[in-house]
């Protein structure tokens, strides 16, 4: 077992131990909800806003903030109640009220990432413990591995859904070209996080007039979040990225090519 301490670093495989729980009973219970930044993945927001039972649009409006990230593209912040303790709009005194559908963030804790992309590509991840001084939970001896905190929280599929948009952004943050075109940071907006606005996008324009799809993909994309959160990731790329994860229509692609030129 490896022996931690509330500073410096310990790196973890995901086959290392380490002790910490949380329950009701200690004095610091929900602490670690007030004045915490905690930034929101695409699929945290479809899942919030359907335990909450209201649109992506509606959510973002009441419960985030947005900023612009270093390569011009929003990022999504939950917004912290306006107390004294800057406490997050789902804690309550019995704890967590979205718990279900909690954060990637709030899941993983106390861990955090400290993989990298070349990690990542070797199939290696790794983490560490949160240096939390106030946290009870790490004087427990109840231990888990690290791979088994993660499989009990639920992180998997949010790693899963993470990495999708991951492959995005982080192609755009290392290339040398800063995106600062309003209208392309709207629809980034729209495709990652206003999950609903994108599927009116989607059916209420001439978008299906463009584009390929098979008619199965079209009936998954109209009901299912999940799989029209997949398709928004693939029209980013094409349109970002320039990857082929979508075909235009032979007559559309005929008169692109008319217009350019292009025999």
Not at 25 to 31: G, H, I, K, S, V
Not at 32 to 43: A, D, E, G, T
Not at 126 to 146: A, E, H, N, Q, R
Request: net charge neutral; glycine share 4%.
């Amino acid at each position: 077992m490896i022996d931690y301490k509330y500073s410096g670093l310990n790196v973890l495989k995901p086959e290392d131990d380490f002790c910490f729980e949380c329950n009701s009973q200690l004095d610091c219970f929900t602490r670690c909800c007030r004045n915490v930044n905690i930034f929101l993945m695409p699929y945290d927001i479809i899942q919030l806003k359907n335990c909450l039972n209201i649109l992506s649009g509606a959510f973002l409006q009441k419960y985030t903030y947005t900023l612009m990230g270093k390569s011009g593209l929003p990022v999504v912040g939950l917004k912290m109640n306006n107390d004294e303790q800057k406490s997050c709009p789902f804690v309550t005194d019995s704890g967590c009220a979205v718990y279900e559908s909690r954060p990637w963030a709030c899941r993983v804790y106390p861990l955090q990432p400290e993989s990298t992309r070349i990690t990542e590509k070797k199939g290696k991840v790794y983490y560490s413990i949160m240096d939390v001084p106030f946290c009870l939970g790490f004087k427990s001896d109840t231990t888990s591995t690290v791979k088994g905190w993660l499989d009990r929280q639920g992180v998997p599929i949010y790693q899963e859904m993470e990495s999708l948009f991951k492959d995005i952004t982080t192609a755009l943050f290392l290339s040398d070209k800063k995106i600062e075109n309003k209208q392309i940071q709207e629809m980034f907006f729209m495709a990652c996080y206003d999950i609903d606005q994108f599927r009116q996008f989607v059916f209420e324009t001439s978008f299906l007039k463009q584009f390929d799809i098979e008619e199965q993909e079209i009936a998954q994309i109209r009901r299912n979040d999940i799989a029209l959160y997949r398709f928004a990731m693939k029209w980013i790329e094409f349109g970002l990225l320039n990857q082929q994860g979508l075909k235009l229509k032979p007559h559309v692609m005929a008169a692109k090519k008319e217009k350019l030129g292009i025999k």
